[in-house]
């Protein structure tokens, strides 16, 4: 019982404790963000919200945020690598080489459905991963030919659960 006890008071002072030590900061002014990234270059965070079709970036640690030029494109995640931000959509991969206020398409059909997450392979140069429900696809060319290299992420991976 004594054991319980010490477990439960344990539990209830670290969480009063870690609550003091958190300082609330401004959001980004869009709905929900689907991926953040920080740019260990530079420090800027950068936030995708494809519900209102924008990528925000931070320069002070996330006090305040600030909206690039992206409202035609709904991103689900973006990759930082040395001077370039890589991104998906649906079904369509982008490169912007002046921190995200323009993007190029790279594809205007990449072959995979709904990019929700995205990699760059380390050590892998111009080689990229993106999976969602309806697979795993890779791509050697900087994003311009994708290939399906798993139908799920299940069979990627055995006895990894997924929401779809």
Not at 66 to 79: G, M, N, P, R
Not at 87 to 102: H, K, L, M, R, W
């Amino acid at each position: 019982m004594r054991s319980i006890f010490r477990f439960w008071f344990l539990t209830v002072f670290t969480s009063i404790i870690a609550q003091e030590s958190f300082t609330p900061l401004n959001g980004t002014p869009g709905g929900r963000i689907q991926s953040i990234k920080i740019d260990p270059a530079t420090g800027k965070i950068y936030a995708v919200s494809p519900h209102d079709q924008k990528v925000y970036v931070s320069y002070d640690n996330g006090a305040n945020w600030q909206s690039l030029a992206t409202s035609a494109f709904s991103f689900y995640d973006i990759v930082i690598d040395a001077n370039k931000l890589y991104a998906t959509d649906y079904s369509t991969f982008y490169v912007s080489e002046d921190g995200g206020t323009t993007w190029t398409r790279q594809n205007s059909n990449a072959g995979f459905v709904n990019g929700s997450y995205l990699m760059k392979v380390p050590g892998g140069g111009s080689s990229f991963v993106t999976w969602s429900c309806e697979g795993v696809f890779a791509s050697g060319d900087n994003g311009v030919t994708w290939k399906r290299i798993s139908t799920s992420i299940a069979s990627a991976r055995p006895g990894l659960q997924t929401f779809c």
